[in-house]
């Protein structure tokens, strides 16, 4: 998950972009649910690309490095989730409430059933998308992500235990306090994008620890093993192989567990997707192709044999 904040110095040293150019985001609203920060690139008429991000982290701080490459071929749609950066602000945080803002976007949009990407929490948000919208849902992309958390005996005191902290944590805190936080952090992420570590350091802050320890209370819950069988829309999984936060053999164990998903192997670790994306970038794009291509293959193989059908029935008559 995540770590203690990180210091200026050592993000302007490892996050090696120059300069962050991202297009201007806007605000969305989402009927009955609240309002969420938007970030668009690409055409308009290319195949729509949702993009998740990591717990502790906004899209764009997860995405930065990857949206100018897929939005020449994809229509890319980055969002803030529910308690992070300037997403939606609620009563408790959920990962199946995260599902139900990915589906309101999808509507909101107009969108044709897009292809769900997500890292680490956004993958385990994509899957439940699915498992909740999946008529809403044309592909999905699992990075650096697990189908459980609580396998061993330590994990499971952990997630519990952040779990009970949460719920007193909560009592004393509710909404007042956090959508003090929330206005605190719209200021902050009006950094202008030019020093990428002062961005990125302003993004980092953006998510309080109380949002954070909400996310991994809630993500001690997920289990999608007994449902992973019944995914039929095509799936690639990106394996960071050398992630030291989600074991390598349970991500491959998630995409063992979905029919047809495709593997790409991405040499990082579970921070690839910014610090090392010159490594994590070309395994997600292949992923996202893939994912692509076997669409549009499905939905060829749907028209071909319709004309033959007719010929033949007329042929009959």
């Known amino acids: 998950m995540r770590a203690l904040p990180l210091p200026l110095e050592w993000l302007r040293q490892q996050v090696t972009v120059s300069q962050v150019e991202l297009p201007e985001g806007r605000w969305l609203d989402l009927p009955g649910r609240g309002r969420t920060w938007l970030t668009e690139a690409g055409p308009k008429d290319a195949p729509a690309l949702i993009l998740l991000h990591a717990v502790g982290c906004t899209g764009t701080l997860t995405w930065f490095p990857a949206i100018a490459e897929l939005s020449r071929d994809y229509r890319v749609i980055v969002f803030d989730q529910r308690w992070h950066g300037r997403g939606i602000m609620s009563d408790s945080f959920a990962v199946t ?130 449902w992973l069988k019944k995914i039929n829309v095509p799936t690639a999984v990106v394996v960071t192989t050398k992630d030291h936060v989600i074991p390598v053999e349970r991500q491959r164990a998630l995409a063992w567990g979905i029919p047809g998903a495709t593997v790409h192997e991405a040499p990082c670790g579970h921070a690839g997707c910014v610090l090392e994306s010159s490594a994590f970038l070309p395994a997600f794009k292949a992923a996202v192709d893939s994912v692509r291509l076997r669409i549009e293959s499905s939905g060829a193989k749907e028209q071909t044999p319709l004309a033959p059908r007719r010929a033949m029935s007329r042929a009959r008559r």
């Open 97 to 226: 409430d995260c599902a139900d803002d990915v589906a309101a976007v999808i509507t909101a949009l107009g969108l044709e059933k897009p292809i769900v990407a997500g890292y680490s929490m956004g993958g385990i948000v994509a899957q439940r998308t699915w498992r909740q919208h999946p008529r809403q849902v044309g592909g999905l992309v699992l990075a650096a992500t697990t189908s459980h958390f609580r396998g061993a005996a330590t994990e499971m005191a952990f997630h519990q235990g952040m779990e009970l902290s949460m719920r007193a944590v909560s009592l004393f805190f509710r909404l007042g306090v956090a959508r003090a936080a929330a206005g605190r952090t719209a200021r902050a992420l009006q950094v202008p994008p030019t020093d990428t570590g002062q961005w990125a350091l302003a993004q980092w802050n953006s998510t309080s620890p109380l949002a954070i320890g909400q996310a991994v209370a809630s993500l001690g819950r997920h289990n999608s093993r007994p």
